[in-house]
């Protein structure tokens, strides 16, 4: 895992965009790791549309790099408050960020590495995405009930996270599963569609997911059906795999 305050060049063509305006166009920016799912961008302000910022007078205490002072964001009738923050002095022996300003992801419209668009925040170049083929017995239970069996799934290996197991969704039993409304957003895979699944009367909400249109980078799991291994018991040729504790579970 990256250590806190990791802080590097980056040689992506970085874009922002807010309100119909690019608000910051840089091929010199700071990445800064703070955790893995913690990522910043910091532009140098001779890239940034300082000319829309002023001073909200508001401020954050930082306990590894000091105070920082923060900016509203206006552009015609659109505001954003305290949507980018700068350091005009950090503590001893951190890098100095006096000349840069970072941005709420958020609070931003559009956010672009070179020429594709990136969701949810920065991509970590220490955060590893494989899709491997694989010819191993996966059954997915739940309360009891058999869910899906396959012996062709698509595993998914990510940088800190459990085994993702992708099935053909003719191995699932498709008949147990309701789509919903939900959508979530991942920069390394896309966007993701949600299932309810309904074992006995019992809805297990948005417990399965696939990515109907992934990104280039990761076109096998495109359709295939993934149960969260938090909340079902996975039997991976045969042997009961120990459900893991994350954010999810």
């Not at 552009?75 to 923050?85: C, E, M, P, R």
């Not at 699944?197 to 809805?203: D, F, T, Y």
Request: proline share 6%.
């Amino acid at each position: 895992m990256p250590q806190k305050w990791k802080l590097e060049s980056t040689a992506r063509w970085l874009r922002v965009y807010f309100g119909g305006e690019t608000i910051a166009d840089s091929r010199n920016a700071l990445l800064m790791i703070e955790a893995p799912y913690q990522l910043v961008y910091y532009f140098p302000k001779s890239d940034v549309r300082m000319d829309l910022l002023s001073l909200s007078g508001h401020t954050e205490h930082s306990g590894y790099k000091g105070d920082a002072v923060s900016y509203t964001l206006k552009v015609d009738d659109k505001i954003a408050n305290n949507a980018g923050w700068n350091y005009p002095a950090t503590l001893p022996e951190r890098p100095d960020l006096s000349d840069y300003i970072a941005f709420n992801w958020d609070a931003m419209d559009a956010w672009y590495e070179e020429d594709e668009q990136v969701f949810v925040h920065p991509r970590n170049p220490y955060h590893r995405v494989d899709t491997i083929a694989s010819s191993r017995h996966i059954k997915v239970v739940i309360d009891g009930e058999t869910v899906a069996e396959s012996h062709r799934p698509t595993l998914l290996f990510e940088t800190g996270l459990p085994t993702r197991y992708y099935l053909p969704q003719e191995d699932v039993r498709m008949d147990l599963l309701t789509a919903t409304d939900s959508h979530t957003s991942c920069p390394y895979k896309g966007e993701a569609s949600y299932w309810t699944v309904a074992i006995n009367g019992k809805q297990h909400t948005d417990i399965v997911w696939s990515y109907r249109d992934p990104i280039p980078e990761i076109p096998k799991i495109k359709g295939l059906l993934s149960f969260y291994n938090e909340k079902v018991t996975i039997y991976v040729d045969g042997v009961e795999e120990q459900r893991p504790r994350t954010v999810w579970s």
